[in-house]
């Protein structure tokens, strides 16, 4: 208990790579090569476009009578489609309506600084004219042209860079290639022979034919050895040394880390990354999926992957007739005309050395913190802790309208206008003489009772006892992935979680546990503390653990505590003596103002 009483909120600090227990090869790890100089651009880019398109996108989500939801260049392998049935599809595959122009038009009003498209996908069909294979766009389809010429083109001289997407082991066309196990005996396959004669040379035409590519983003590793992998790759980087190869080319051996589909890290890590997110819920053309992110939602998406130090990359899945759908058209140009004014907190930044606060997540770049504003307290006094360097002024970025500030040891407070000119992200840029302190990795989590609740992420706990923290995974939609960083194995009073908390207001403050219990956790004694009093509480069964179906929260309000006078605060949560079973997986604690 001695550890708990000498807690010091100034010694309370993040290991700056937080241990994850990924079960896919390639989100273990990035960037094994020396560093790479095409790197300088990418880390600066900040905002990419991904592009889904390929046969699946005429398909739309249907195959034959039945609609699939999810991921929708999955629907060959989630139909267990015949490979001969499905490359029919082919012979209607007449995109008309794809507009090279316009699609680069498009990128570039959204303010993305990349574009990375499906050259081949999972299905095996090319989206460009491939002389490996008849299977292509240009010999196989009436369309018979090569959209990717035009593309890359369009993409240059709008001063985007430009990638390709190549699916390297999965090909369900394939007898050799990967994945289709339901046409072709497993058994039989010979990868080798799968990438001599198409995977390797196919990788060699998108490196040739296509002028200078910014990267080849790999998808699904498999069937070679690390040594092997090694030389792939070193023969391709023969034809383009610039072009960088994204980490899920497996074996640690990509230029910079890509993370899991529509993950974001919980805290701000070092060296180059990339977040990937769909617009809806699938990456290929569903004609029935409209649950679009609004412009509100990308928007605090990308300032939040800015503000842990990575590239938010996002998709669109253009239809069978080359047409982004329209809510993706208005949303990504919504989304360009605020970088027009609040680009310089996003382009070429850092992550924030300032951590994340109850109104918002910074950014930083030298002399400059940008303040990006999600939420107004509602006395209007901003305030910004761990500033140590000399604030010089302090503007609403993009204007010269200079705001009022007050600067103490550990804290400065700005005073906010009546209204702010975004309600879904107005950036402050705070200008500093001398060296700011990176802050970023405090445990200390600010409580205030100007905003609405203080939500406290369980990776910013102070973990004793038996209790750990792990990244749990589970999907919606088929291939509609979420990501939570959890704690788990608290049986004992010993295994206890504190919260470092820096309360700002006195008051009473409702508890409230956001937690996933299995039914052998369910009705369990715990206990949450704060100055001497105590809130028991028992645990509630939410459902069981599937990686393949909706993890189950419950928001379980246990009680209120009062706060006598603003301070540091240590809040702990921890089962009783007796419990026989882990407490629960507790996602996140928070605090919301008694008014």
């Excluded at 959209?147 to 369900?172: E, H, N, T």
């Excluded at 070679?224 to 074996?251: A, W, Y």
Aim: aromatic share 12%.
């Amino acid at each position: 208990m001695k550890r708990l009483v000498l807690l010091l909120w100034t010694v309370c600090w993040y290991p700056a790579l937080f241990a994850q227990d990924m079960p896919d090869m390639w989100t273990k790890s990035g960037g094994n090569n020396p560093a790479h100089p095409g790197l300088k651009w990418f880390t600066g880019a900040k905002f990419g476009l991904f592009i889904h398109w390929g046969l699946y996108s005429k398909l739309g989500g249907r195959w034959k009578d039945s609609s699939y939801y999810g991921s929708g260049e999955w629907i060959m392998n989630r139909a267990k489609a015949p490979a001969k049935e499905y490359a029919a599809v082919a012979k209607t595959f007449n995109p008309q309506g794809f507009n090279a122009e316009e699609w680069a038009n498009t990128a570039s009003e959204a303010g993305v600084k990349y574009m990375v498209i499906t050259a081949k996908h999972h299905e095996g069909f090319s989206m460009y004219d491939s002389k490996v294979t008849d299977f292509d766009i240009v010999d196989a389809s009436p369309y018979g042209k090569d959209p990717m010429k035009a593309l890359s083109k369009a993409c240059r001289d709008k001063g985007i860079r430009f990638g390709f997407y190549y699916s390297q082991f999965l090909d369900w066309h394939e007898p050799n290639g990967g994945g289709n196990s339901w046409d072709f005996k497993t058994k039989d396959k010979d990868y080798q022979q799968y990438y001599r004669t198409k995977s390797i040379p196919q990788l060699r035409e998108l490196l040739t034919n296509y002028g200078q590519l910014g990267l080849v983003w790999f998808d699904m590793p498999g069937g070679l050895t690390p040594e092997q992998t090694k030389q792939m790759i070193d023969s391709l980087r023969l034809l383009q040394p610039n072009c960088l190869f994204s980490s899920r080319v497996g074996h640690g051996l990509g230029d910079y880390r890509d993370f899991g589909d529509s993950e974001v890290p919980p805290v701000p890590i070092t060296g180059a990354w990339e977040s990937i997110y769909t617009h809806n819920d699938s990456w290929g053309y569903i004609q029935h999926d409209l649950n679009f992110k609004s412009p509100k939602e990308i928007i605090q998406l990308l300032s939040n992957v800015a503000s842990k130090g990575g590239n938010l990359m996002l998709n669109v899945g253009p239809d069978g007739d080359g047409k982004w759908p329209q809510y993706s058209i208005n949303y990504l140009k919504a989304t360009g005309r605020w970088l027009k004014q609040y680009g310089e907190s996003i382009y070429g930044t850092t992550y924030g050395l300032i951590p994340a606060q109850p109104w918002g997540v910074t950014t930083s770049k030298p002399g400059k913190l940008f303040l990006h504003v999600w939420e107004m307290p509602a006395d209007r006094q901003l305030r910004v802790p761990g500033v140590d360097a000399k604030v010089k002024s302090v503007k609403i970025l993009g204007t010269s309208t200079t705001l009022n500030f007050r600067q103490q040891p550990g804290e400065t407070t700005v005073q906010l206008p009546v209204t702010l000119p975004d309600t879904r992200n107005t950036v402050l840029v705070m200008e500093y003489g001398g060296n700011q302190s990176d802050r970023s990795q405090l445990r200390t989590q600010t409580v205030s009772s100007q905003y609405p609740q203080a939500e406290i992420p369980t990776v910013w706990a102070i973990y004793n006892g038996a209790a750990k923290n792990k990244l749990f995974t589970w999907s919606h939609y088929f291939g509609d992935w979420k990501h939570d960083n959890l704690a788990y194995d608290m049986t004992t009073p010993e295994d206890a979680l504190v919260f470092p908390l820096d309360i700002q207001d006195a008051g009473d403050y409702r508890i409230v546990l956001e937690y996933a219990c299995e039914q052998a956790s369910a009705s369990q004694q715990g206990v949450v503390t704060l100055n001497g009093q105590q809130l028991p509480f028992l645990t509630l069964f939410t459902g069981q653990f599937d990686s393949h179906k909706p993890m189950m929260f419950i928001r379980h309000a246990i009680g209120i505590l009062h706060v006598d006078k603003p301070g540091i605060n240590n809040l702990t949560v921890k089962p009783v003596s007796g419990n026989q079973k882990e407490l629960f997986r507790l996602r996140k604690v928070i605090l919301q103002p008694v008014k």
